[in-house]
């Protein structure tokens, strides 16, 4: 079992490499080899197996090609690496680059590698928005706000058509907003929905753009590791004809995820919060939608979280002492 | 007003050059230039305008550009061309290359043109499928079930996104099958549903590949016409945030079709019609959708066809005798 992580030196490239150091097996077979790729070389997880970590730029198509002659072919590939938000809207030629052309490049190589890859492909609830109903079911018609959503979109009809063309075995996921996400702030819209409780937690002060009454729809990081972990597990043919999903998570307002970290935290983070909005901000995240009901998701088994406190407990244990 | 066609020597982009010839305006402005462009050079209308005909391959961006630099920009762009439905199918390259990339380039020649022009765009009912209900509303969620259906949805959200980002003032029309198709067959998977009574009320067999009850959603080539033109006068603002819909067409049986072409032309064509199936065919088409409430176009004064008789009838008028 070959695995491949794009996007392996982000948090959720990183946490899903240590969960498969740790099991060492993935879809009921060893995994004899890991390959972490990012812009920037990935940190190796402790691993007792093969690992593999390397700079490269899944825009450029050479790059990838090399990349799947040298360690290919893969049984496996987690396709993660992607332009976020923020950085998408603010530069369109920048997010067609890698979002689209990147999920192109990679979808490319793996159909060439003539083995049907398995490819877990993480596609966002930014896919969402506009003339859609309010609340979210399977089955409504995708209408992105974003140029980061359309651009999930247009790789999740990709991997729909090369998995039915039997180029790929493809699992698309559309990720609720990762909350709390371990790192530094970054240039995704939804950054501060982590930083008011990640950087409040360690002691430094972190600005709230929207108001307290705002509703997130989320899940926690290890939720979605468990998530990514149960797509590349099941068979295809539970998807049906349409290999993408909405993920199960939880809608809270930022005053009740708020609450519930001061509840096992104490009040000294809440505190560390400003509350100054910021108008470009409001402006993305009002277009994304923050009810949804995962029907198919959790058909399939996928797993949902049952409280933020559970996610403030596990912030607590996996990334501020730095356990996995 | 400039005007470029691009699939300009097809039967659409023909039947549309000539329909603007008469007219000689379009949104309220005298037209001053059209420009068909094509794979191979397209005819030329009688025209009280400039009219320029170029062989130009779509997926070649520097032909693309140099189409542009040597007669752009234009006000209205009509953005027909595309492989279709089987070729599409049968050599996934080619499909990505014209209907993917083409309309890419394409669309980022509108683009850096800088006068964010008007950009109609010819989807197709073949975005719909799969899970979706049978019956097709607005809103459902876009599955296609062949290659050419995955680039046209594709397309779709580029020209929303583009559109969003004041890059183009896109409009998109997802097209029932067009029948009366005038000309030859094609490899498009519908060819037979113009077929039969094309080549059959000229004097040729022709075989329909699908049982007499099956139900074609279809619509004349006058009324996709009519359509195009109101889909380039209609006021951005009314499209709302999805720039694309489903236009209106009619649900007849084959068998229905079949007997309005012989209340009209009488016994001897459908004497013609040979019924032996085709599986390959079959597939392709039993995955398209043939029930569709068009609500949204409609209430935004897209027109609909009243009978297969009346298309018949203008087959008869525009194709035959030769009349546009």
């Known amino acids: 079992m070959r695995v491949l992580i794009t996007g392996g030196g982000g948090f959720l490239g990183q946490k899903l490499a240590r969960k498969l150091a740790a099991s060492g097996q993935l879809r009921g077979q060893p995994i004899s080899s890991l390959t972490l790729m990012d812009v920037v070389e990935p940190a190796a997880p402790n691993a007792g197996f093969d690992v593999a970590c390397l700079a490269c730029d899944i825009a450029d198509d050479a790059m990838v090609r ?9 049984d496996v590939i987690y396709h993660l690496a992607a332009v976020v938000s923020g950085a998408a809207e603010a530069d369109f030629d920048l997010g067609m680059r890698v979002n689209l052309f990147g999920t192109l490049h990679l979808f490319e190589a793996a159909r060439a590698a003539g083995n049907c890859p398995v490819v877990v492909y993480a596609s966002s609830i930014a896919a969402h928005g506009g003339e859609e109903p309010e609340v979210i079911v399977d089955g409504v018609e995708l209408n992105p706000q974003t140029s980061y959503g359309s651009q999930k979109v247009i790789g999740e009809l990709l991997l729909n058509d090369m ?10 996921l559309r990720l609720p907003t990762v909350s709390i996400r371990p790192g530094k702030a970054n240039a995704a819209a939804s950054s501060f929905m982590s930083s008011i409780f990640r950087d409040t937690m360690q002691g430094e002060a972190s600005n ?17 590791v468990e998530n990514l972990i149960i797509a590349a597990e099941l068979e295809a043919e539970v998807f049906g004809y349409n290999r993408c999903l909405n993920l199960p998570g939880r ?5 009740e995820m708020v609450n519930a970290m001061t509840r096992v935290f104490g ?5 560390r919060i400003t509350w100054d909005s910021d108008p470009v901000i ?43």
């Open 267 to 271: 009040p000294e983070a809440e505190a």
């Open 163 to 172: 998995s039915r063309k039997g180029f790929m075995d493809g699992r698309g």
């Open 208 to 224: 709230c753009p929207v108001g307290r009454d705002f509703l997130i729809f989320h899940t926690a990081p290890r939720t979605i």
């Open 282 to 324: 409001e402006e993305i995240v009002h277009g994304w939608r923050n009810r949804v009901i995962s029907d198919k998701a959790l058909r399939l088994g996928f797993v949902q979280d049952r409280s933020f406190e559970d996610t403030v407990h596990w912030f607590l244990e996996d990334d501020i002492v730095g356990r996995a």
């Open 251 to 255: 809608s809270d307002t930022v005053a």
């Open 66 to 74: 090399a990349l799947f002659a040298g360690h290919g072919p893969f």
